[in-house]
């Protein structure tokens, strides 16, 4: 299962957009994940990098169009 997936199934997903939205800036954002949830094949969204001991998994997402990634990746409502 991929992350698209993963988000959308566990109650993650306003969670992740908040952190996009706010980490969002021009053309790119960035999210961190949780290093040793990630071992255990389980997605854990850091606030900052401090809440992961070994160092968190830091995801940069750059686009022409960030916000409709946005909408896309983690939208407003589960669908």
């Known amino acids: 299962m991929n992350l698209y ?3 959308r199934n566990k109650q993650t997903t ?3 957009r908040k952190v996009l939205m706010r980490n969002s800036e ?3 954002t960035y999210i961190l994940f ?5 071992a255990i094949d389980s997605i854990v969204i850091c606030e ?5 001991p070994l160092g968190p998994i ?3 997402i750059k686009t022409e169009n960030i ?3 946005i909408d896309w990746f983690v939208p407003r409502y589960k669908t």
Do not use: P, T, V
Request: charged fraction near 35%; hydrophobic fraction near 40%.
């Open 5 to 7: 997936d993963r988000l």
């Open 14 to 16: 306003h969670i992740a």
């Open 26 to 28: 021009k053309d790119m």
């Open 34 to 38: 949780n290093k040793q949830a990630a």
């Open 48 to 52: 900052n990098s401090k809440e992961s």
């Open 58 to 60: 830091f995801m940069k």
């Open 67 to 69: 916000l409709e990634f």
